[in-house]
């Protein structure tokens, strides 16, 4: 075997082959050979690193060197320098937005300072597509340990004491779901596991399938082996293609091992696991919508009781767990439940992952223990604000959630301190909004999302939030009136009293989080007909200001619809009756003689 | 590739394994083990230090030291090229000079593993940045 001296690993996220990555490995290969470097210098792709702002990334160990934003091209630098020669290549380090110093490692960068990462540990480490550098990290370990030392009440009972509780919003306690549907009988259970990512902004569950798949099935079979299930399915969306692809891969290396399929490490254990395409529906990602999707039925959820621990797949005791849930029981089981339920706070334990989105400067997917504050995840791992501005609200749990503003922002983050101020975990979209964007289109956006979403069975979440939004399109359009603010709390109260699912039961969340946290933007736009943030197109006149105005004509020649009216060299006029509010005049006006109020 | 039949047969391909993404984990926290600097400019490479980092890789790996071995840029001591730099966890580095193999594996046996100090050391006559 040959000794590799130093290690590149290459981010091969989603995010970073869009950017390239592929060909990065491609030119590092290349460059290595033409130097004779290959049997030194090994290249890995890796999962996602989580610094996805700053992507494509390549680490190089083991001197810990992190290069962000790297190009094909920047290739033979980092070769020529940095391997042969020794020397860093500065230009691709890290810069310190704040200290506007340059950062050589990822220890040092404040984006991974508060980090812990329990289910993302392999990824950005292994590569995905390769079991043995899992089995290197202890992969499959976890697994033996139950089969050989524990009887699946003993599983079971670690999980419960570890106090995990499930990852994909609902936080129900894991340990107790596999309790239920291992004290069920049948002749056939199954093992699920829900990859039916659906939260606008979220991307978790892709990262971890991406970047460390066999963790996946690892815990499924350590879920079948407690309860006694045979068969696994993973629900997974058809727009996930490299997601899927990893999987496929990571299937087949298992059971080439045996660590899938009959007879597992010697013991009369079996299992398998089959892949299930989701067409993308939002709805899926709830329990039952989920399994009678995978039935071949329509995406369409049941009243529950009867839980899918006793009725699921088929009619058989099913349990259903997220992708984020399952990453986190292999290292559950090797380092026991008393190590990762000191992690996290009382009655959260161990860490969350969250996908920071919006006008923050680190986009990206960070893990971090229950507990940590709102403040503490924006401000020091996200780097705060783009482009210098107000914080002004972050949206947590996607449609489901709410938004929380700068008075929450030193709230310990968990499940239920989350609910109790309007909001909820859900699956861990963090969307950060500054001062430019109005509360009231962002609560007409995921209305919009659940409106589209909706599978239509029944009627308080198929017609009430389209009225929902009807009565939000009033509001933007200039057109609300003080008795629609009752209207929304009505419909939303009785939406979420009597819909079927979690779907509707949550959906008026961000009206509701809004017109609590926002009010008086609801009144502005009400009785004011004003949007002061600007979005609002209906609300917005734009005007010419005489003074400032040269009669360039500039603006009137851009126009697409013809609104400007003005002599040269004299001060023009927009007609607002015409005027689209494009706002092409504005840009365009190089005195600023154009406004919008 | 033959089936993993018995959790004995996990473990010990995990054994032979581990090596491989070693070398990713000690960069994790690279203080907790003996770190190693190879000066590897012109010069370095000229009298010989990519033999001694080979060398001091292969070595320390057969003698079950755990130490990260990496490569760095032009120390400045041209006149006693091949030079290391040796740093023990929670202590300071010392660089040594004029290191050929049969220095190597006396740095490694005297001072790596008995603490001894052993002839050619260099003594550091600058500061760095961190320092201040």
Redesign the interface.
Known sequence: ?T?????L?VCGGTGCRASASDDIVENLKQELENKGLQDEVQVVMTGCFGFCEKGPIVKV????TFYTQVKPEDVTEIIEEHII???QVTRLLYKDPKKKETVADS?HMDFYKKQIRIALRNCG??DPENL??Y???????AL??C??EMSPKDVVDQIKESGLRGRGGGGFPTGLKWEIAAKNEADQKYVVCNADEGDPGAFMDRSILEGDPHAVLEAMAICAYSMGATKGLIYIRAEYPLAIKRLIIAIDQAR????LGKEI??TDFEFDIELRYGAGAFVCGEETSLIHSMEGLRGEPTIKPPYPAEKGYLGKPTNVNNVETYANIPIIINKGANWFNKIGTEKAKGTKVFALAGKINNVGLIEVPMGTTLREVIFEIGGGIKDGKKFKAVQTGGPSGGCLTEKHLDTPIDFDNLIAVGSMMGSGGMIVMDEDDCMVSMAKFYLEFTVEESCGKCSPCRIGNKRLHEVLEKITGGKGEMEDIQRLRNMSNVIKDTSLCGLGQTSPNPILSTLDNFYDEYLDHINDKKCHAGQCKDLMTYFVIEENCVGCTACARVCPVGAIAGEKKQSHFIDPSICIKCGACEERCKFDAIIVK | MAKIKTLADLKKMREDLQSKVDLREKADSPESYVQIKVGMATSGIASGAKDVMDFMIEALEKRNVEAVVTQTGDMGYCFAEPTIEVKKPGEDPIVFGYVNIQKADEIIEKYIKLGELVEGIIPVNYQVIDDK
């Open positions: 075997m000794k590799y001296k130093t290690h690993l160990s083991p001197d810990n020669k020794g020397r220890k480490f292994i043995d550098e089995i290197a990290r202890d992969g499959y370990m033996g340990k089969l050989s080439e091992y045996g660590l490490l010697g």
